[in-house]
């Protein structure tokens, strides 16, 4: 595989991952009212460049976000297609191109009815598409690296940051505000990325292990753009618990696998 198509797939990633915490600024602030019935042209900007007030600016700039985002998703896939990519590569960076158009649509919906339903569709096809991208960047790269090392310092990442996710959930210890829903989203979605990045790249009981605990992270991520009392507090806790268990039983396992087997970089050997 070409050093361009891994590094597109990278900035793939990076890109997506500010343009989701955008997008939870955007609807955290209201911004988006600044638009109403009038998207796609909103208050008449130009790409933001002369915007009516900082609400204004901050919506248009998550568009030109979106934008720049889009198209680079759309070039990665097409130099993995042209390319010598591995097929799981051109398939999970494919899988997220074609997603991208209905996010559009959902992204312009959330605008014009701002209805329950059409905001966690938009946010859960948004993580669908990272889902893919981090799948696309991580077999894409994972080639170019000590894989048993890179996976065990995900795990521990993935547990270090945990308690922080948790300190950071809705309306917990603190007045849940835009800047902190985006710091709540940004150190979950790391989780969740560095747990997907094991799972991608084990075998047996951690493959399960790590993807069961992303799994509880990304219903935790959607359903933290939703309001809920503290019986839905308790749960994100209990969520969050049971996350940082699984994630410290992989990160176990990883380190015992790694003691008993040669430290050679051999993926397969030590993915269990």
Same mark, same amino acid.
């Given at each position: 595989?070409?050093?361009?198509?891994?590094?597109?797939?990278?900035?793939?990633?990076?890109?997506?991952?500010?343009?989701?915490?955008?997008?939870?600024?955007?609807?955290?602030?209201?911004? =988006?009212?600044?638009?109403?019935?009038?998207?796609?042209?909103?208050?008449?900007?130009?790409?933001?460049?002369?915007?009516?007030?900082?609400?204004?600016?901050?919506?248009?700039?998550?568009?030109?976000?979106?934008?720049?985002?889009?198209?680079?998703?759309?070039?990665?896939?097409?130099?993995?297609?042209?390319?010598?990519?591995?097929?799981?590569?051109?398939?999970?960076?494919?899988?997220?191109?074609?997603?991208?158009?209905?996010?559009?649509?959902? =992204?312009?919906?959330?605008?014009?009815?701002?209805?329950?339903?059409?905001?966690?569709?938009?946010?859960?096809?948004?993580?669908?598409?990272?889902?893919?991208?981090?799948?696309?960047?991580?077999?894409?790269?994972?080639?170019?690296?000590?894989?048993?090392?890179?996976?065990?310092?995900?795990?521990?990442?993935?547990?270090?940051?945990?308690?922080?996710?948790?300190?950071?959930?809705?309306?917990?210890?603190?007045?849940?505000?835009?800047?902190?829903?985006?710091?709540?989203?940004?150190?979950?979605?790391?989780?969740?990325?560095?747990?997907?990045?094991?799972?991608?790249?084990?075998?047996?009981?951690?493959?399960?292990?790590?993807?069961?605990?992303?799994?509880?992270?990304?219903?935790?991520?959607?359903?933290?753009?939703?309001?809920?009392?503290?019986?839905?507090?308790?749960?994100?806790?209990?969520?969050?618990?049971?996350?940082?268990?699984?994630?410290?039983?992989?990160?176990?396992?990883?380190?015992?696998?790694?003691?008993?087997?040669?430290?050679?970089?051999?993926?397969?050997?030590?993915?269990?």
């Amino acid at each position: 595989m070409d050093q361009r198509t891994r590094r597109l797939a990278g900035a793939s990633v990076a890109l997506t991952f500010v343009l989701v915490l955008l997008g939870v600024y955007t609807a955290a602030a209201g911004a =988006g009212l600044t638009c109403a019935q009038r998207w796609p042209l909103c208050d008449g900007a130009v790409f933001g460049l002369f915007p009516a007030d900082v609400p204004s600016f901050v919506e248009w700039f998550h568009r030109l976000w979106a934008m720049i985002t889009g198209f680079v998703v759309i070039g990665a896939t097409l130099s993995a297609w042209r390319g010598d990519a591995d097929r799981r590569v051109t398939g999970a960076l494919a899988g997220a191109t074609l997603i991208l158009p209905s996010q559009v649509i959902l =992204g312009a919906l959330t605008v014009t009815r701002y209805e329950l339903l059409i905001l966690v569709a938009h946010f859960v096809t948004a993580f669908a598409i990272l889902t893919l991208l981090v799948a696309g960047a991580v077999w894409a790269y994972e080639s170019r690296v000590d894989l048993p090392t890179r996976r065990h310092q995900a795990a521990l990442l993935a547990v270090g940051l945990l308690p922080v996710y948790a300190a950071l959930s809705p309306r917990l210890l603190l007045v849940y505000s835009p800047g902190v829903q985006v710091a709540f989203y940004a150190v979950g979605m790391a989780v969740y990325a560095a747990l997907l990045a094991v799972a991608l790249t084990s075998r047996g009981a951690v493959r399960a292990l790590a993807g069961a605990s992303a799994a509880v992270l990304f219903v935790e991520l959607v359903a933290g753009r939703q309001s809920y009392g503290a019986t839905g507090e308790l749960l994100m806790l209990a969520g969050a618990l049971a996350a940082f268990v699984l994630g410290g039983v992989v990160a176990w396992r990883l380190r015992t696998d790694r003691d008993t087997t040669a430290p050679a970089g051999d993926g397969a050997a030590s993915g269990d």
